[in-house]
């Protein structure tokens, strides 16, 4: 007559596989899953040349965001498509410069720098830089359910703005991805003047008063 595992027993050894699988996981995650996501975070920000001539501009595109190219009047559309995900977009657009002015006026930077208060914008942010040596404001918002970067480059002859969202992807990550990005943009024209030194005036020592004889 065959003995029978008593059945406590069966379920005992099941808890005990559980367990030191389970454990055996957390480990194997604990040591995997940092090197893994220093791959992804680096794969991701690898920055990649691009140029377009029609809208007068040279920049780096993080490969996170480079993908499928889509031209339009005035501008381009790069996508990276994700299955069953909103993917990231970058738009750039190029539009002629009717000032010929090397920097943005201070009315059309008061009017941006306070849109966020005056519309009401979530996470709203403005920013006025300089972006290889031309005038340039960035400015983040937060629309249509994701983060919106915004970077506007001015030159004489034209202005650019680049706008880059990270989509449904993770957004710290890709929002620096977009950050890098617009960081390298590059317009053709004129550069703007070098900036006037200020002028010293240099004085002689004090005469020394004469002593009375």
């Not at 099941?14 to 055996?24: E, N, P, Q, T």
């Not at 996508?79 to 090397?102: C, E, G, H």
């Not at 005038?135 to 918002?141: F, P």
Request: glycine share 6%.
């Amino acid at each position: 007559m065959k003995k029978e595992i008593p059945t406590q027993l069966i379920v005992a050894l099941v808890i005990v596989l559980v367990g030191i699988g389970a454990i055996g996981g957390e480990m194997l995650l604990v040591k995997w899953y940092p090197k893994h996501w220093e791959r992804v975070r680096e794969e991701t920000l690898q920055l990649l040349p691009y140029q377009n001539a029609a809208l007068g501009i040279e920049m780096q595109i993080a490969a996170g965001l480079y993908g499928k190219v889509e031209d339009f009047p005035g501008g381009v559309r790069i996508t990276k498509p994700k299955f069953w995900s909103v993917p990231p977009v970058l738009t750039i657009t190029s539009q002629p410069n009717p000032d010929a002015s090397f920097e943005f006026s201070p009315e059309v930077l008061a009017k941006w720098e306070t849109q966020g208060v005056t519309e009401e914008i979530p996470r709203y942010h403005f920013d006025h830089t300089k972006i290889n040596n031309r005038d340039a404001v960035l400015i983040s918002q937060y629309q249509g359910r994701a983060m919106l970067l915004t970077a506007r480059v001015i030159s004489p002859e034209r202005i650019v703005e680049a706008s880059c969202t990270p989509g449904r992807e993770d957004e710290e990550l890709y929002m620096q991805a977009c950050e890098e990005t617009v960081h390298t943009l590059k317009v053709a024209g004129p550069m703007p003047p070098p900036p006037q030194q200020p002028i010293l005036e240099l004085t002689g020592p004090a005469a020394k008063p004469r002593r009375a004889k």
